[in-house]
Each structure stands twice: as structure tokens, then as C-alpha cells.
């Protein structure tokens, strides 16, 4: 190796050790990192191919304001989303806050009183407790009358088909399956596992209406939940299809008929998909979602990195460093607080912005513990961006995620491995 990399390795804090230790890891990951590069291949393909089928040209980036009627841009993004997950329609939009409004927005859209929601895959993600009304809140789903059921998972974290044949019933209108395990212990499921949940909820109520919760899953495989059945997937576009680039936004794909209800609900009744200007985003949005299968694969390559070396020394690791990857989220069990606070000190110092900051844990609203968060990222809270938090409660874990570059990614896990040496948690020569 060129020992100009290294000597800017040392610049940037690491030492000969660490950088040693990487390498090797690096080295072994070859094959693997190689199979990723295909992913990436092939998605950059059809990410390519639909810009193209659908004539994407320069005037899609000029600026819409007011009603944004005839938003040229945003129209031919909208199906630029759709040919790449093959659904008949999409709805992308900057007025899509975040990940949890577009799933509010899907849910609430297609519900109506005394339908039945049912999640087949345990409890969901955290923010969606609220929007269904599990825990009590305003304009939840319970206070409009809708019921929610759950089918627990079993102990190996995979569907239980009885149960969920037994929760399935004449008032079941739609499925909510979560593809990534987010902050929890169970595993993400592959894209084909989702089929062939699908399959088998459509063989009790083919007229069922199956959504994935895609968050963090677009562009890990070759294919999406929507190749497999699913009738809407929804994301945020600060998570993967924005590619680090755009600055807000969610997405639903999926039947022509409830992306309309989509739109209907989050405009008007009426106006739909015909007003919403997009307010000069459009450009990031192209772009991001242009770049969003390498900087994915920048991502999952991150997280094998760091599954391999801490698994390499020794610590548990979710998933573990040879398992197939469907989403980009690594858990790292370090034991104690201060691993967890080592480690995420570590993330912020590779940042690009705010690196001088030291993360401390904190008490944040909507958690049970103190929480460290460290982010330096261009755009506030992005997840496609190197990021890491950590409850500090046993069993003492990081999630970690992102990093628009392989090399950024790498660093900020060296660096982490760094802060876990210098605090002594660690010894050196567990590195030989
Ligand atoms: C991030 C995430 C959400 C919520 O998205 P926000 O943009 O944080 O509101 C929902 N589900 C899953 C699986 C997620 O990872």
C-alpha cells in the first residue's frame, strides 16, 4: 500500500496498528465487497435505464413555486420512482417531512373507520406506535376508529404463518410489513422472505393491501419488495434513494389506485398529485436518487467492515460478518457505557462537519435510557450519512449506518476502533 494513504491515516489519528488491523480485515472482505459492487452495478443500471425511458432532461430541475401545476420535474420524477421499482405510480415529495409522515400518510390514506391494521412482523418502528395509536396520541388511527393488530414473531425472529393466518379477518384491510429491523434485535428480512409473507397473506385475502416499510432497505439487493408483491413501499429520502443529496422528503410506490389516496390525503381531496410545487429540491432529488446504488453499497460495505472487526475481536455483532446484508444497519454489542461512548466519539471525530465536537449521552425525549448520538452530516439527522447511537443500557449496543463513500466509512470505523484503544477498553495487541 502506497504509505502516502497511510501517513494520511496518521494525520487523521489513527495509528500504525489500527490501520495494520484494518487492512487485513479489508483484505479479507475482498470477495464479499466484490458482490456488492455487482448490487451496485446492476441497480446503477436501472437506476439509469428509467431516467432515460422516462426522457429525464435538464428542464426537470427548474425551480416551480405556488401550486406547482404542470411541475414537469416532479411529475417525471414521480415515474422515474415508479419504473424503477416497477409500480404502476409514485408519489416523491419535499412535503413528505420524514420517513414516519410518509408511512403515517400511506396508512392514513388507505385506511377508513372500522378497517383493521395488522403487522405480521411484531412491533414496528418506534415513531409508528404513535401514528397508529398503541401509545396514545393525537389524530393516531385508534381515534379514527381504526384497530390494530400484531402477530408476534417467533423465537427465531421469522413469521408465524398460524397466527397470522389467525389474525387475518373480514375487517383486515392492510398489511404493514417492516423490511429493516431498525432498532431492534430481530433480523431484516431479505426481500424474497417478504415474498413470500405476501404470498401467503394474499392466499388467505388476495384483496388485502400488503405495504413495506422500506426504510433503509432500497438498493441493498437487486430487487425490491415491490418486484415480490408488496402493493406500497414507502421510504425517506434522507435514508437510502436520496443518495446523501437531498435535503427532505419521503416516497410511496405502488397501485395507481392508493398512491391516489396518497395524494388526496396529503393535499386534498381533489387537488391529489396536481398541486405541490417542488420548490427548486428537484435536481437533489435526480441526483440523489442517481448516485443512491453506490452510496448504498458504500454503506453495507461499511457495516461488513465493522461487523468483521469487532466480531474479529471478539464483541457479538448484528448481523454477524459473513451474514447476507438487507439493509445498513450494524449493531455492535460493546458491553459497557463506555465502549458505547468510545465508539460513537470515535464516529463524530471522522465526520466532515462538526468534528470537533465531543458527543455526550443525553436524555432524550421518547427514550427510556440516556442516549449518545453522533452525526456529522450534511444534512440534519441523514442516516445515509455516517451516523451512530447508543442506548447506554445493557446490552451496552451501537447502530451504526451510512457513509456516502466506501473511504469515509472506513475511516470512521477505524476511528471508532481508535477511541475504544485509547480508552483503554481494548488492548493493543489484541490487534496482532
Ligand atoms: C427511519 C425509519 C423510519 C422512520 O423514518 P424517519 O425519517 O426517522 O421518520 C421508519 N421505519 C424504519 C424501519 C426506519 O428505519
Given at each position: 500500500?502506497?504509505?502516502?494513504?497511510?501517513?494520511?491515516?496518521?494525520?487523521?489519528?489513527?495509528?500504525?496498528?489500527?490501520?495494520e488491523f484494518g487492512r487485513k480485515?479489508?483484505?479479507?472482505?475482498?470477495?464479499?465487497?466484490?458482490?456488492?459492487?455487482?448490487?451496485?452495478?446492476?441497480?446503477?443500471?436501472?437506476?439509469?435505464?428509467?431516467?432515460?425511458?422516462?426522457?429525464?432532461?435538464?428542464?426537470?430541475?427548474?425551480?416551480?413555486?405556488?401550486?406547482?401545476?404542470?411541475?414537469?420535474?416532479?411529475?417525471?420524477?414521480?415515474?422515474?420512482?415508479?419504473?424503477?421499482?416497477?409500480?404502476?405510480?409514485?408519489?416523491?415529495?419535499?412535503?413528505?417531512?420524514?420517513?414516519?409522515?410518509?408511512?403515517?400518510?400511506?396508512?392514513?390514506?388507505?385506511?377508513?373507520?372500522?378497517?383493521?391494521?395488522?403487522?405480521?412482523?411484531?412491533?414496528?418502528?418506534?415513531?409508528?406506535?404513535?401514528?397508529?395509536?398503541?401509545?396514545?396520541?393525537?389524530?393516531?388511527?385508534?381515534?379514527?376508529?381504526?384497530?390494530?393488530?400484531?402477530?408476534?414473531?417467533?423465537?427465531?425472529?421469522?413469521?408465524?404463518?398460524?397466527?397470522?393466518?389467525?389474525?387475518?379477518?373480514?375487517?383486515?384491510?392492510?398489511?404493514?410489513?417492516?423490511?429493516?429491523?431498525?432498532?431492534?434485535?430481530?433480523?431484516?428480512?431479505?426481500?424474497?422472505?417478504?415474498?413470500?409473507?405476501?404470498?401467503?397473506?394474499?392466499?388467505?385475502?388476495?384483496?388485502?393491501?400488503?405495504?413495506?416499510?422500506?426504510?433503509?432497505?432500497?438498493?441493498?439487493?437487486?430487487?425490491?419488495?415491490?418486484?415480490?408483491?408488496a402493493d406500497m413501499i414507502v421510504?425517506?429520502?434522507?435514508?437510502?434513494?436520496?443518495?446523501?443529496?437531498?435535503?427532505?422528503?419521503?416516497?410511496?410506490?405502488?397501485?395507481?389506485?392508493?398512491?391516489?389516496?396518497?395524494?388526496?390525503?396529503?393535499?386534498?381531496?381533489?387537488?391529489?398529485?396536481?398541486?405541490?410545487?417542488?420548490?427548486?429540491?428537484?435536481?437533489?432529488?435526480?441526483?440523489?436518487?442517481?448516485?443512491?446504488p453506490t452510496v448504498v453499497s458504500?454503506?453495507?460495505?461499511?457495516?461488513?467492515?465493522?461487523?468483521?472487526?469487532?466480531?474479529?475481536?471478539?464483541?457479538?455483532?448484528?448481523?454477524?460478518?459473513?451474514?447476507?446484508?438487507?439493509?445498513?444497519?450494524?449493531?455492535?454489542?460493546?458491553?459497557?457505557?463506555?465502549?458505547?461512548?468510545?465508539?460513537?466519539?470515535?464516529?463524530?471525530?471522522?465526520?466532515?462537519?462538526?468534528?470537533?465536537?465531543?458527543?455526550?449521552?443525553?436524555?432524550?425525549?421518547?427514550?427510556?435510557?440516556?442516549?449518545?448520538?453522533?452525526?456529522?452530516?450534511?444534512?440534519?439527522?441523514?442516516?445515509?450519512?455516517?451516523?451512530?447511537?447508543?442506548?447506554?443500557?445493557?446490552?451496552?449496543?451501537?447502530?451504526?449506518?451510512?457513509?456516502?463513500?466506501?473511504?469515509?466509512?472506513?475511516?470512521?470505523?477505524?476511528?471508532?476502533?481508535?477511541?475504544?484503544?485509547?480508552?483503554?477498553?481494548?488492548?493493543?495487541?489484541?490487534?496482532?
Amino acid at each position: 500500500m502506497d504509505n502516502r494513504v497511510e501517513t494520511m491515516y496518521e494525520k487523521l489519528g489513527i495509528s500504525k496498528e489500527v490501520f495494520e488491523f484494518g487492512r487485513k480485515i479489508e483484505e479479507e472482505l475482498k470477495p464479499r465487497f466484490q458482490k456488492m459492487d455487482e448490487i451496485a452495478e446492476y441497480n446503477q443500471l436501472k437506476v439509469l435505464h428509467a431516467m432515460q425511458d422516462n426522457r429525464v432532461n435538464e428542464s426537470c430541475f427548474h425551480y416551480a413555486s405556488g401550486y406547482g401545476y404542470n411541475d414537469q420535474g416532479r411529475d417525471t420524477l414521480e415515474q422515474v420512482y415508479a419504473s424503477v421499482f416497477h409500480t404502476e405510480a409514485a408519489l416523491v415529495r419535499p412535503q413528505i417531512t420524514c420517513g414516519t409522515h410518509a408511512l403515517a400518510l400511506a396508512l392514513s390514506a388507505n385506511l377508513r373507520p372500522e378497517d383493521e391494521l395488522l403487522s405480521p412482523v411484531g412491533k414496528p418502528y418506534d415513531t409508528l406506535e404513535e401514528v397508529i395509536g398503541i401509545r396514545k396520541s393525537k389524530g393516531s388511527l385508534a381515534e379514527y376508529g381504526i384497530t390494530y393488530r400484531q402477530v408476534e414473531l417467533l423465537d427465531d425472529g421469522y413469521f408465524d404463518y398460524p397466527a397470522i393466518r389467525e389474525a387475518i379477518n373480514e375487517r383486515t384491510k392492510l398489511v404493514t410489513i417492516q423490511r429493516s429491523k431498525g432498532y431492534q434485535t430481530r433480523p431484516s428480512y431479505s426481500v424474497e422472505k417478504i415474498g413470500e409473507l405476501i404470498s401467503f397473506i394474499k392466499g388467505i385475502k388476495p384483496d388485502v393491501i400488503c405495504m413495506v416499510d422500506n426504510c433503509y432497505g432500497e438498493f441493498v439487493e437487486t430487487i425490491e419488495p415491490s418486484d415480490v408483491g408488496a402493493d406500497m413501499i414507502v421510504g425517506s429520502l434522507i435514508k437510502n434513494p436520496g443518495g446523501g443529496l437531498a435535503p427532505i422528503g419521503g416516497y410511496i410506490a405502488g397501485k395507481e389506485e392508493l398512491i391516489e389516496n396518497c395524494a388526496y390525503r396529503l393535499t386534498s381531496p381533489g387537488l391529489g398529485k396536481e398541486v405541490g410545487a417542488s420548490l427548486g429540491v428537484m435536481q437533489s432529488f435526480y441526483q440523489g436518487f442517481f448516485l443512491a446504488p453506490t452510496v448504498v453499497s458504500s454503506a453495507v460495505k461499511g457495516a461488513v467492515f465493522a461487523a468483521k472487526i469487532y466480531e474479529t475481536l471478539g464483541y457479538r455483532v448484528i448481523p454477524d460478518g459473513t451474514e447476507e446484508r438487507h439493509d445498513i444497519i450494524q449493531a455492535v454489542e460493546l458491553g459497557t457505557p463506555e465502549g458505547v461512548i468510545a465508539f460513537c466519539q470515535g464516529i463524530q471525530a471522522a465526520a466532515p462537519v462538526d468534528s470537533y465536537v465531543t458527543p455526550e449521552p443525553w436524555a432524550m425525549p421518547g427514550y427510556d435510557s440516556d442516549v449518545i448520538m453522533a452525526a456529522g452530516a450534511f444534512v440534519q439527522g441523514s442516516s445515509i450519512e455516517l451516523s451512530a447511537d447508543g442506548p447506554i443500557k445493557p446490552p451496552y449496543a451501537v447502530y451504526f449506518q451510512g457513509g456516502l463513500t466506501w473511504p469515509h466509512a472506513k475511516l470512521g470505523i477505524l476511528k471508532s476502533l481508535q477511541g475504544v484503544i485509547d480508552a483503554g477498553i481494548i488492548g493493543k495487541e489484541r490487534l496482532r
